[in-house]
């Protein structure tokens, strides 16, 4: 889970078209006496709509500290009787009364981020009403090819000849990464085509695999695709960020070709679109051919998982034929992790780890961190 700064929260807060439409949402959705849960409460600022339009209790939950804000928050405006904050993962949270009410904002630039579509399937199933209201409701992904300079010389840009060395190798890996981009209507070469939609009330998959062709209807130097959300959150409240709509805060996402290329009018460009989650992050792969009068002028397969060296030992380590070795470690942890029976305190586990292993951990301190973070870990 990203760990948003207060800073970060408040450019959340301010961003008066994603607050506005969340604000209008919450309107149209809490009844006085409703059960509201705030998943990613952040500071709370959805929580504390939801108390003053008359909700009769509100869990607000996030890992982040900054969730901590909401119950003075709550108390500063009165109330604090009707806020009950959870600071870890929905996932692991248990409600004792299923929700009428449901909001979020867990996405990125795009709505296809960490764990949003999973934590969004796990609380309509465990946490909402039959026939309770979830805020997003549905979003929709587009995308059109773009001319975009200012953009792609940024991420290209740096790795060239400078100082009389050659960088070039850096643009292997920051052309199979995408970024956030405010492109405008003007630098779209194409109309825009629909990707994919996610309706939040019955999505089950986390993954997207899509296929799209544009025509070319101007003629420039084409530098990627650039691609965006438009939501809405609850029954025709929302908003877009396609270019020429008021900026929000998510940006748009600029997803670079490896070289630009010089389209003309009726060029085919066909893009083959797809993002898999993988442990926390979700891994892009765009696959694009440029044809022009019938022949390919420029085909390209790119994705993220080259954005990175990769590391195949780490890789390795985390496949089922392999083998983990009884490292000093494994064994202390197991010493310890062993010794945890409810009854002994984080002072006598860390006193028996230095008595049994004392030249890994010397100092009583020494033990104590490692038993403590342990613990945390732990619960
Ligand atoms: C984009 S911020 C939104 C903050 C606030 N709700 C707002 O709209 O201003 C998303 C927050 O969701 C939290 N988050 C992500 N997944 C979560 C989950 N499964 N359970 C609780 N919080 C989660 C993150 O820690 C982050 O603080």
């Known amino acids: 889970v990203t760990t948003y700064s207060l800073r970060s929260f408040g450019a959340m807060v301010t961003d008066e078209v994603r607050m506005d439409a969340y604000a209008r949402a919450l309107e149209a959705a809490v009844r006085p006496g409703s059960i509201?849960?705030?998943?990613?409460?952040?500071?709370?600022?959805?929580?504390?709509?939801?108390?003053?339009?008359?909700?009769?209790?509100?869990?607000?939950?996030?890992?982040?500290?900054?969730?901590?804000?909401?119950?003075?928050?709550?108390?500063?405006?009165?109330?604090?009787?009707?806020?009950?904050i959870f600071r870890g993962l929905s996932t692991a949270f248990e409600l004792p009364e299923r929700a009428d009410v449901i909001v979020s904002d867990l996405r990125g630039i795009l709505p296809l981020w960490e764990h949003h579509i999973e934590t969004i399937v796990?609380?309509?199933?465990?946490?909402?009403?039959?026939?309770?209201?979830l805020i997003p409701q549905r979003d929709e992904i587009h995308a059109a090819v773009i001319t975009a300079p200012e953009d792609y010389e940024e991420a290209a840009g740096p790795w060239t000849r400078r100082?009389?060395?050659?960088?070039?190798?850096?643009?292997?890996?920051?052309?199979?990464?995408?970024?956030?981009?405010?492109?405008?209507?003007?630098?779209?070469?194409?109309?825009?085509?629909?990707?994919?939609?996610?309706?939040?009330?019955?999505?089950t998959d986390p993954k997207l695999d899509a296929r799209v062709t544009w025509t070319v209807e101007r003629a420039a130097t084409a530098h990627g695709v650039g691609a965006w959300f438009s939501t809405e959150l609850f029954d025709g409240i929302g908003f877009s960020n396609a270019p020429g709509q008021?900026?929000?805060?998510?940006?748009r996402a600029f997803?670079?070709?490896q070289n630009p290329v010089d389209v003309q009018v009726g060029d085919q460009v066909t893009l083959a679109f797809s993002a898999?989650?993988?442990?926390?992050?979700?891994?892009?792969?765009?696959?694009?051919?440029?044809?022009?009068?019938?022949?390919?002028?420029?085909?390209?397969?790119?994705?993220?998982?080259?954005?990175?060296?990769?590391?195949?030992?780490?890789?390795?380590?985390?496949?089922?034929?392999?083998?983990?070795p009884p490292t000093a470690d494994v064994e202390a942890d197991a010493f310890v992790l062993a010794r945890v029976d409810g009854a002994r305190s984080l002072g006598d586990l860390s006193d028996e780890l230095q008595e049994r292993f004392p030249e890994r951990f010397p100092t009583r301190k020494s033990a104590l961190d490692h038993v403590s973070r342990l613990a945390r870990r732990y619960g």
């Open 36 to 84: 509201v849960v705030d998943i990613g409460a952040g500071t709370g600022v959805h929580t504390l709509i939801a108390c003053r339009l008359g909700a009769a209790h509100v869990y607000a939950i996030d890992p982040n500290p900054a969730v901590e804000l909401a119950v003075e928050s709550a108390r500063i405006n009165g109330f604090a009787d009707r806020v009950t």
């Open 122 to 133: 796990d609380a309509r199933t465990r946490l909402l009403k039959p026939g309770g209201a």
């Open 163 to 203: 100082f009389d060395v050659d960088l070039s190798a850096g643009r292997r890996w920051t052309l199979n990464s995408f970024s956030k981009s405010r492109f405008q209507p003007a630098q779209m070469l194409a109309q825009p085509a629909h990707i994919a939609s996610l309706d939040y009330t019955t999505v």
């Open 246 to 251: 008021p900026d929000a805060i998510y940006g």
């Open 255 to 257: 997803f670079p070709w």
């Open 276 to 324: 898999w989650l993988v442990d926390d992050n979700y891994v892009w792969h765009w696959k694009t051919e440029v044809c022009s009068r019938g022949s390919v002028v420029a085909s390209f397969d790119q994705s993220t998982f080259w954005s990175w060296p990769i590391d195949r030992d780490y890789l390795r380590r985390g496949s089922s034929a392999y083998v983990p």
